[in-house]
């Protein structure tokens, strides 16, 4: 590998097909050409555990001259000296995970029950899907390429700035056949994604890709909370509007959940997968075993109850509102709201989540306590002795019969205070 001359344009230009020529002014500083034109500056070391490595600083050309790649072999010894291995860094480098493998990674992590939430639970399917869609529909457009070490936090600015502007808005295909999603962007939109981002950094920390969160420290939009909330006309239109849907003979189940979700201040996702098994009417009270804040104690008012009469039973087993088609939960819901909204002629703005809000504001209204209402519509925050209650207890059931009452005042209801009766179940076949 010795050689007696110190490399220049000469021997740069005379270098043949599959010639190596060493320097000899710096050990290991060569120049090779493989069977092509190109001529490559290379450089040979040894690391601190004797291993012989090969570096290719670069080709022929701009930058690189026989005394920049030179000058450029001798820091690389320097760092050698030191005990570092470039040639591993630069591989390492190259084979370093872009961000959209590491969306992968951990939403493959995510559905396995491996990511656990501040509950110690795993992420529920429905905050999985709306994972997938922040991930496929706004980072992997726009951070997806790049290496997972090389992102800053400017870059997250500018994602953050981009999702706001509606950059990544528009249509695109979801996972059903025929399925589109309506993409938007926004300030909530780009503040709700840049903390999933974060949490995917601090997943990519856990398993050493990187050794900070570029994520931290950014400024992120306030994300508005809905605050939205039925007026007395808004509640008296709404109520039009059920009864309307049911002259009309929209699906039945529809306008009964739209009707319970009014009276109950609960999640949509929480009625529409409710169970017979989880009711208990002769205490009026449900049980749902897995919300969006765990195990769930709900008190249900004598309007809510009267509601449930009015659905026919059938299995324990079985789904209170059921979907047009097969025993799962009744996914066309959203449509079958937009229809029912429409004969009330109420504002876009007014979704499930308006009438929780709703519910929670005219139980504030009524004088109840934050404790109260966390009770009756399952905010988080209630008492860790929930988690070992079983049935709502009087104090309770007063306060869900006054709040569901004033709400069946305000949408032209008859405020029920009567007894409950059972149950009726389809005839056996």
């Given at each position: ?17 599959g ?36 570096y290719?600083?670069?080709?022929h ?15 690389i ?5 030191k ?8 591989k390492?480098t ?15 992590d ?7 939430t ?6 529920k ?7 997938r ?25 500018d994602?953050?700035n ?10 695109t ?16 939109t ?10 995917i ?27 939205r ?15 309307k849907?049911?002259?009309?003979k929209v ?9 319970f ?17 989880e ?7 449900a049980?749902?075993?897995d919300?969006?804040t765990?195990?769930?104690v ?52 007014i ?12 139980a504030?209204?009524?004088g109840?306590?934050e ?7 399952g ?8 988690r ?6 009087a ?8 709040v ?26």
């Amino acid at each position: 590998m010795a050689s007696n001359k110190k490399i220049g344009l000469r021997e740069v230009r005379g270098l043949q097909v599959g010639e190596t020529l060493w320097d000899a002014s710096v050990p290991g500083f060569g120049i090779r050409r493989q069977n092509s034109p190109a001529v490559a500056y290379v450089l040979l070391y040894r690391t601190k555990e004797g291993r012989l490595r090969r570096y290719t600083i670069g080709r022929h050309g701009a930058p690189w001259t026989p005394d920049t790649a030179r000058e450029e072999a001798t820091r690389i010894l320097g760092d050698v000296a030191k005990g570092k291995d470039p040639a591993a860094d630069k591989k390492d480098t190259r084979q370093a995970k872009t961000v959209a493998e590491l969306c992968d990674l951990y939403l493959t992590d995510a559905e396995n029950g491996r990511l656990l939430t501040r509950r110690k639970a795993a992420k529920k399917e429905s905050t999985l899907q709306t994972d997938r869609g922040r991930i496929t529909r706004h980072i992997k457009p726009l951070l997806g390429r790049l290496k997972v070490a090389a992102v800053t936090s400017r870059d997250v600015e500018d994602f953050m700035n981009a999702v706001a502007e509606g950059k990544t808005a528009g249509k695109t295909k979801t996972e059903k056949s025929r399925g589109l999603a309506n993409v938007r962007g926004g300030k909530g939109t780009a503040s709700r994604t840049v903390g999933l981002l974060g949490a995917i950094f601090t997943y990519s920390i856990r398993h050493r890709m990187r050794s900070d969160n570029p994520v931290h420290g950014v400024m992120r939009f306030a994300d508005g909370k809905r605050e939205r909330r039925l007026s007395d006309a808004e509640y008296k239109n709404f109520g039009k509007a059920l009864a309307k849907a049911e002259a009309d003979k929209v699906w039945p189940a529809a306008v009964a959940v739209a009707r319970f979700l009014a009276l109950t201040g609960w999640r949509s996702g929480e009625a529409l997968n409710l169970r017979w098994k989880e009711l208990d009417l002769a205490r009026r009270t449900a049980t749902l075993p897995d919300t969006k804040t765990g195990r769930s104690v709900r008190p249900l008012s004598l309007a809510a109850c009267d509601v449930l009469s009015n659905v026919t039973r059938r299995n324990d087993d079985d789904l209170v509102f059921q979907a047009t088609r097969g025993d799962g939960p009744m996914v066309g819901f959203p449509k079958l709201w937009a229809k029912i909204a429409a004969k009330g002629k109420l504002p876009d703005d007014i979704t499930p989540h308006v009438l929780r809000h709703s519910f929670a504001s005219l139980a504030g209204d009524l004088g109840y306590s934050e404790l109260t209402i966390a009770a009756l519509v399952g905010h988080k925050g209630q008492s860790i002795t929930s988690r070992y209650v079983h049935t709502a207890d009087a104090i309770l059931l007063a306060a869900a019969d006054m709040v569901a009452n004033k709400t069946a005042e305000l949408m032209g209801m008859t405020a029920n205070t009567a007894e409950i009766i059972p149950m009726r179940r389809a005839k056996e076949k």
